[in-house]
């Protein structure tokens, strides 16, 4: 069983310096609530003393927003996700102008793992395909005289990751009747959800 570490412990043996103490009252001299003024001094303290307990176990700063982060990250968790939402829109911006780009290439322009990709790919053909109607953007039968919108064939090439021209009526009609079920089954779940 692993032990619980009590913090509050290690935090309250950090000594505060006169500095601590000046930066916190200048901090709070605007305050005329005394017991609010008592509560963030306090709270000030804790975060002083939290900041240089880090420091002292080997934190260092993130390499983007300054803030303390643990000794084996180079960003800190906000500044992490904030990174991943930004190659996750590269990735998506890159797909939408070449769906049918493969990990491969995608690595010349953005710093990304397979995963990232196959996600960021699944997540937009979801998206797309939800958005295609059936008899304007594909035939709805094989009666139907409507061709594939350029939307539809958008899916298709991501979807199978081809380009434009290995594209034809076969991979087209199959793809696009698969993925009318998974888009439904999509369209269910975020309705009842």
């Given at each position: 069983m692993e032990k619980k570490i009590n913090l509050g412990s290690y935090i309250r043996r950090v000594?505060?310096?006169?500095?601590?103490?000046?930066k916190i009252n200048r901090e709070t001299a605007s305050i005329e609530d005394e017991d609010l003024k008592s509560i963030l001094q306090r709270v000030y303290m804790k975060n002083i003393q939290l900041k240089k307990l880090k420091e002292k176990y080997g934190w260092k700063h993130c390499?983007?927003?300054g803030r303390l982060t643990s000794p084996?990250?180079?960003y800190c968790y906000n500044c992490q996700r904030e990174l991943k939402e930004e190659k996750q829109n590269q990735i998506a911006e890159i797909l939408?102008?070449?769906p049918?780009?493969?990990?491969?290439?995608m690595t010349k322009y953005v710093d990304c793992t397979i995963d990232m990709l196959n996600k960021q790919r699944t997540k937009l053909v979801q998206i797309l395909a939800g958005r295609l109607r059936p008899g304007i953007d594909y035939p709805e039968n094989d009666k139907d005289d409507c061709t594939y919108s350029m939307e539809a064939q958008t899916v298709v090439m991501m979807y199978k990751s081809i380009p434009p021209d290995?594209?034809?009526e076969a991979i087209l009609k199959?793809?696009?009747?698969k993925l009318r079920y998974d888009t439904a089954y999509w369209e269910n779940k975020q309705k009842k959800g």
């Open positions: 000594e505060i310096t006169d500095d601590d103490v000046d390499q983007k927003c084996e990250n180079k939408l102008e070449v049918w780009m493969r990990y491969q290439e290995k594209l034809n199959d793809v696009i009747f």
